[in-house]
């Protein structure tokens, strides 16, 4: 903390515990406190049970967390992989060029993500491209809603370099597309884990989009987490969501790690 005063570090923590609290922790904590109850008498869920979990790791359940993985994991590579292309197009067209391209790539997410699973479904409802009623127009609607991160997290990346690297490897005969592969990605790839993990996260929970999309054979966690508590029941979806954000959180901190390594090298 950039707080030298004892009492100054103390009075930034009380605040930070004032605002964290109420505002992040304890709606988690809630559903953290009704995933193991049965009912909820008073201020507080009664009758622990542990059957929401059991429910939530087999048949149904799996299946759906399953389909949120492969989603995400799909979305997440394809977004990485066109949001750096992007990125880098874009550093080589100039001021203008690349207002233009990252007004495009930002266009998804300053409408509603709703709108963006309409237009998906329009666009991909006739021939020659038919992808309604398959798992790829969810995947692509997931791709779509997420590479605008990975775009800009790139993007803002590559005007951190230092061009003397790409430079020194220049003067001593590297191609450019060795130059590419070897100094520039690499100076990168802090940058990409985080837009990975970034990109994972949210595909993980994408509903608005999703429900507009979803065929049967397809459904996605946050799906039947909103269907659970849409028929009233919440402490199964409760539980599901917890499951969702654990799983979400394991593969955040693996990217994390995966960044703290690339970091120092």
Wanted: aromatic share 8%; with cysteine; charged share 10%.
């Amino acid at each position: 903390m950039l707080v030298h005063s004892r009492s100054g570090r103390w009075t930034a923590w009380a605040v930070f515990a004032v605002l964290f609290v109420p505002l992040f922790a304890l709606p988690l904590l809630v559903i953290v406190a009704a995933s193991f109850a049965t009912h909820w008498s008073g201020a507080f869920p009664s009758g622990p049970t542990t059957e929401h979990y059991a429910a939530a790791v087999r048949g149904e359940s799996l299946q759906a967390l399953t389909t949120s993985l492969v989603t995400a994991l799909t979305a997440s590579l394809v977004a990485l992989t066109v949001g750096t292309w992007a990125a880098l197009a874009g550093a080589a067209l100039g001021r203008r060029g690349k207002r233009v391209l990252d007004a495009l790539f930002m266009l998804p997410v300053a409408v509603p993500s709703v709108v963006v699973g309409l237009a998906v479904l329009v666009a991909f409802s006739q021939p020659p491209v038919l992808l309604n009623g398959t798992r790829w127009i969810v995947i692509l609607a997931h791709t779509v809603l997420v590479t605008a991160f990975a775009h800009q997290s790139v993007s803002a990346a590559i005007q951190r370099l230092d061009p003397m690297y790409e430079q020194a490897a220049a003067s001593l005969g590297a191609r450019p597309s060795y130059v590419l592969l070897r100094v520039r990605l690499p100076l990168l790839l802090p940058s990409l884990n985080a837009a990975a993990g970034l990109c994972f996260a949210l595909s993980m929970g994408e509903l608005s989009a999703t429900m507009m999309l979803y065929p049967p054979d397809w459904l996605p966690l946050p799906v039947l987490i909103f269907t659970a508590t849409d028929r009233g029941s919440l402490f199964t979806g409760s539980a599901l969501a917890v499951v969702l954000m654990a799983t979400t959180l394991l593969a955040l901190l693996a990217v994390s790690r995966i960044r703290t390594r690339a970091s120092f090298r």
